[in-house]
């Protein structure tokens, strides 16, 4: 994204002084929780205790063919070898259809049903113009687009600083009900963010150029934009984001504390080594976490 900052009138942000702290981890069952989950469930929990707030977890469990039976318990389970508990009761995507369909009606004046398909954005570098490309097509269901602005959408992060966007040259219009019925990431994050009053979104820098597109759809939907703060990507040995699919290996639940040091040391905590105690280490993570130092941490190519 560039680094112009830009911001449409109608966008109201959180005032975080005014309000209690209320952050969120919100991990995928698509597999076991991995490192690169860990800093990011860590790093959450740690900002919301600095800041005398809650935490919370939610599973978002809306993609059916990537989820792997099991995996949610599993998640849930380790988080709780890691000492990570959420304040209030688990909430999961797959059971809030019906409010994800309420909002989506919200928002009909902005949306339109389309047929294009991947390989018919190609030629337009996989970005949705202004108006299909593909004929409708009767015979299957089409996914439902929202209408994008050519404007600016801007934010600023509390790790990478001012951000902005233009969703039309480098998003297009984006999908929000998928030709399978089910509603897409993005509306259904923006959705459980505001009814769960999250103050700020801490999870992976893979997240920051979606967030331009969740801001419009808080614009569109009136929500109040909640603070955001993305955490640097844990990569693998070839360079590359750690994934579930990837089969990036899991974090070890029965002996939490080796992984949990990496974590640790990766958001710029060091906990000497010697403690062999998991509230130890969380403790001194809230003691050491800064934001602001974040991307001067030294970590191995």
Request: hydrophobic share 40%; aromatic share 8%.
């Amino acid at each position: 994204m560039s680094k112009t900052l830009g911001r449409l009138p109608a966008f109201q942000a959180l005032d975080a002084d005014m309000i209690t702290y209320r952050g969120r981890f919100a991990p995928s069952p698509t597999g076991p929780l991995h490192l690169g989950s860990l800093v990011a469930a860590v790093g959450s929990w740690v900002r919301a205790r600095q800041r005398g707030g809650v935490w919370l977890v939610r599973v978002e469990d809306i993609d059916p063919p990537r989820e792997i039976p099991g995996a949610a318990a599993g998640i849930l389970k380790t988080l709780s070898a890691f000492g990570l508990e959420s304040d209030e009761p688990v909430i999961y995507q797959s059971e809030r259809a019906d409010e994800y369909r309420a909002k989506f009606a919200r928002i009909t004046p902005q949306v339109y049903r389309c047929w294009c398909s991947r390989a018919d954005l190609d030629a337009f570098g996989g970005i949705h113009p202004a108006a299909c490309v593909a004929p409708p097509d009767p015979s299957r269901a089409p996914a439902w687009r929202v209408r994008v602005p050519n404007a600016p959408i801007g934010f600023v992060d509390q790790t990478f600083g001012p951000q902005a966007q233009n969703l039309r040259d480098e998003v297009g219009d984006f999908v929000v009900l998928r030709t399978e019925g089910w509603f897409a990431y993005q509306l259904a994050v923006v959705v459980d963010d505001d009814a769960q009053h999250i103050t700020e979104v801490v999870r992976g820098a893979d997240l920051l150029d979606s967030t331009p597109r969740q801001i419009y759809l808080q614009h569109l939907l009136g929500y109040s934009t909640p603070a955001y703060l993305h955490l640097p990507i844990v990569l693998g040995e070839d360079g590359r984001k750690l994934s579930k699919q990837d089969r990036a290996r899991p974090v070890d639940r029965s002996d939490p504390l080796p992984a949990l040091r990496s974590a640790l040391a990766f958001l710029g905590i060091q906990t000497g080594g010697a403690t062999s105690r998991i509230d130890d280490s969380l403790r001194a993570a809230i003691d050491q976490f800064d934001a602001s130092r974040l991307l001067a941490v030294p970590r191995e190519s």
